[in-house]
């Protein structure tokens, strides 16, 4: 009979029967359960092991009987080698899989204290460690950046109270109203299940179809239809928390609040032509720009706002605060600045971070509080069922990056890769091991607690007659915009129902069009070639009132300088060399990057000899890869580049992109060859001396010249 040894005492580690088991739990402090663990090297001279940590004389071959012969089954390395490798992925997200993260903080520039108990509202100047993830909603891991689709902006802030995760997305409102609705959702966009395609797009037949038989998506659809779909970069969007939550104060009293991201480098987005192109490109478009721009010390910023009202304003709203197809407009409840994001560290592991990172809806600390917005409600089940799935063990907040950085104790134990495995011998409560042995114990002062919201009504499966309006605040988003922003809007629309098969779908769409805007829908009737139909029979009449709303144009919204931004500069050999300089200096003083693009990735020998090295051969610096484009040719360069396919592509499309365009007189022969010689506009400027280069960096403040696209686009004629 095997001796008891003692199992029901303390575990492996514990100091003794007498020692305080240690329940609180901090993971920086406590990696080496058990034994001190040593960090996965990859330096350089560090000696190859397997996974055992043994030695390993060759990676190069395996073990073989004779030269020629069979591997041996023995070869120990090189099982463990391929098994691994073997079992190297996990499931990809089931929505948002295509994403980016970075580390930094959030700051706190305006106390909350009389408002909300949420420790990291509650003093000025504190930072509060941040990591965010951005990511595209349909599109598969490895689909391409600038896919036309939501962008997500999930923040998990590390408080000193608890994880607090804003999982939200470029866009304040949702496509549905209810979870429930979510699977078919995501299954109408996502590739059809028979052919598996298309990819990472909405322009098809499923999407098209649920999108016109569930009216409550109109609002999201003018959202998606507009640039907001295609942001030139992560750090040019804003974020929305979309959902009405709770700020609680310390006496539980509650009031309802929306959260705001808004970017400092103001809202920035490519247009659709060049996005199709982007994507070929560089399919990394967006995490190479984040990545860029950190590693280069430019910390992408945004400021926190909050819409605060109460219950009096809830009640007396055109629309359901808990309806998360609706916005609240700024001008009715003012967006107020609290606070700043800086994201100012890269990952040095992507699975690590990016990949292995959870967010959960229901990740809330105290001071905040959920409302019954049955959107939220759904997610709250729906996020934390996906990590297990995704990353295959309860203990998915062991790993560092879902962490909490402040001190945790919990009864919680065992599971797949536990990785905290508090001692002590109790291991649940109540106990009465006393206070030195017994672990954590609840604290009604400090813990969490609900709001105490009384529910009304009877249990019904059912739609609230306060969430019927499905057309009046599509039309306030559309009568925001700037004509060109709705020219885009209808462009894409014609984009997307032309990709669509069924002409009863394309119909349909026109049918809830109407109620929307009457030269919306004509504008889509007509690119379409298609008679209206009849009006779709709408729930309840559309307020034909709401007044326009600046905050939703991107246009009266963007940047006032080039700053952030990157300019292409394409020159040849024998390119005047002062004015090269005199262009990448000023481009330097307005903060924003200068790209070098010659046809030869070793550079171009300039007019006083010097070689300026390229950071693009011309194949593969398209101008969809800029904001704005210089040319700076010699003569005999100009004449060389005019019989080249990709030089003539990168002005004639940088021209069609409304870009702002800088031109030596030189590079006449290369324009006339792309065919728009005879078409400049003031938005291409010559550049011939040093003020010329900077008066033309000065000008690229605006984010195009759209006066420019009238005239290179069919659909405006
Ligand atoms: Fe998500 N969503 N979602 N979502 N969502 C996920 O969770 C879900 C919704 C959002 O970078 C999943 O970890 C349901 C709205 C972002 O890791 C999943 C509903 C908003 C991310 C899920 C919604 C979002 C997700 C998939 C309808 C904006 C990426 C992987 C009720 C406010 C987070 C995962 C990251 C991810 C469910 C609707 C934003 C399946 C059921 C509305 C930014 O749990």
Same mark, same amino acid.
Do not use: E, L
């Given at each position: 009979m095997a001796t008891h040894t003692g199992s029901n005492a303390v575990p492996t580690g514990n100091k003794g029967k007498d020692a305080a088991p240690d329940r609180t739990d901090s993971y920086q402090e406590k990696q080496g359960q058990g034994g001190e663990t040593h960090q996965s090297v990859r330096d350089d001279g560090a000696t190859l092991t397997t996974s055992q940590g043994v030695p390993v004389a060759d990676d190069q071959n395996s073990l073989k009987q004779g030269a020629r012969g069979p591997t041996l089954l023995e070869d120990f390395h090189f099982r463990e080698k391929i098994f691994h490798f073997d079992h190297e992925r996990i499931p990809e997200r089931v929505v948002h899989a295509r994403g980016y993260g970075a580390h930094g903080y959030f700051e706190l520039t305006e106390s909350l204290s009389d408002i909300t108990r949420a420790d990291i509202f509650q003093r000025v100047g504190e930072k509060t460690e941040a990591f965010v993830r951005f990511s595209t909603v $349909? #599109? %598969?891991? #490895? %689909?391409?950046? /600038? $896919?036309r689709d939501v962008r997500g902006f999930a923040v998990k802030l590390y408080t000193k109270e608890g994880n607090w995760d =804003?999982? #939200? @997305? @470029? =866009?304040? /409102? !949702? !496509? =549905?109203?209810? $979870? =429930?609705k979510f699977p078919d959702l995501i299954h109408a966009a996502k590739p059809a299940p028979d052919r598996g395609f298309p990819q990472a797009q909405t322009a098809h037949d499923n999407f098209w179809d649920f999108i016109s038989l569930s009216p409550e998506s109109m609002h999201m659809v003018m959202w998606i239809m507009s640039d907001r779909t295609i942001p030139r970069s992560f750090r040019m969007m804003e974020g929305f928390g979309v959902h009405t939550f709770r700020l609680v104060d310390a006496d539980g009293q509650s009031s309802y609040v929306k959260f705001h991201w808004k970017p400092k480098l103001g809202l920035q987005s490519v247009v659709w032509n060049e996005a199709v192109k982007l994507n070929g490109a560089d399919p990394d478009f967006h995490r190479r720009d984040l990545w860029d721009a950190i590693d280069a010390g430019d910390f992408p910023e945004w400021e926190l706002g909050v819409q605060i009202f109460d219950q009096d304003f809830a009640d007396n709203f055109d629309f359901d605060v808990l309806d998360a197809t609706k916005i609240i407009p700024e001008e009715l409840v003012p967006v107020r600045i609290v606070g700043r994001l800086v994201l100012d560290r890269l990952v040095d592991n992507f699975f690590a971070t990016t990949e292995q990172v959870a967010f959960c809806t229901q990740n809330i600390v105290p001071g905040i509080d959920f409302t019954n917005d049955p959107l939220l409600q759904g997610r709250n089940f729906s996020y934390l069922d996906t990590q297990l799935k995704r990353l295959g063990s309860p203990n998915f907040t062991h790993l560092p990056v879902n962490a909490p950085r402040c001190p945790f104790a919990h009864f919680q134990q065992d599971g797949h890769m536990a990785m905290h495995n508090p001692a002590g011998r109790a291991n649940y409560e109540p106990n009465s091991w006393g206070p030195a042995q017994g672990g954590p114990r609840e604290d009604p002062a400090r813990g969490f607690t609900s709001v105490a919201a009384r529910p009304d009504g009877d249990k019904l499966r059912i739609r609230p007659e306060s969430f019927a309006d499905h057309y009046s605040q599509a039309r306030q988003f559309y009568v925001s915009q700037t004509s060109i922003e709705q020219k885009h809007i209808g462009d894409a629309l014609v984009f997307e129902l032309s990709k669509v098969e069924r002409p009863d779908i394309r119909s349909r769409m026109l049918s809830h069009l109407m109620h929307i805007d009457d030269a919306l829908a004509n504008t889509v009737a007509n690119g379409l070639g298609l008679s209206l139909p009849e009006k779709a029979k709408a729930a309840v009449a559309p307020k034909t009132d709401l007044p326009p709303s600046d905050a939703l144009s991107i246009v009266k919204n963007g940047p006032q300088t080039f700053a952030g931004r990157k300019l292409g500069l394409l020159v040849s050999d024998g390119a005047d060399a002062g004015l090269v300089k005199a262009l990448m200096d000023a481009v330097k003083a307005a903060d924003a990057l200068c790209e070098v693009i010659a046809p030869k990735i070793g550079g171009a020998t300039l007019s006083d000899g010097t070689l300026l090295p390229a950071q693009q051969k011309i194949d593969g610096g398209p101008s969809v890869l800029y904001d704005a484009v210089a040319v700076i040719l010699s003569d005999e360069g100009a004449t060389l580049l005019s019989k080249d396919a990709p030089s003539k592509d990168f002005v004639a499309d940088a021209f069609a992109h409304c870009k702002f365009m800088g031109l030596s007189p030189q590079t006449r022969p290369l324009l006339v060859k792309a065919g728009i010689a005879e078409d400049l506009d003031d938005g291409c400027m010559g550049l011939e001396s040093a003020d010329d280069a900077k008066a033309f960096v000065a000008a690229l403040g605006p984010l195009r010249f759209w006066d420019r696209e009238a005239k290179v686009d069919l659909d405006a004629m």
């Open positions: $349909a #599109g %598969s891991k #490895g %689909s391409p950046d /600038v $896919a =804003i999982v #939200g @997305n @470029n =866009i304040p /409102v !949702f !496509f =549905i109203q209810d $979870a =429930i």
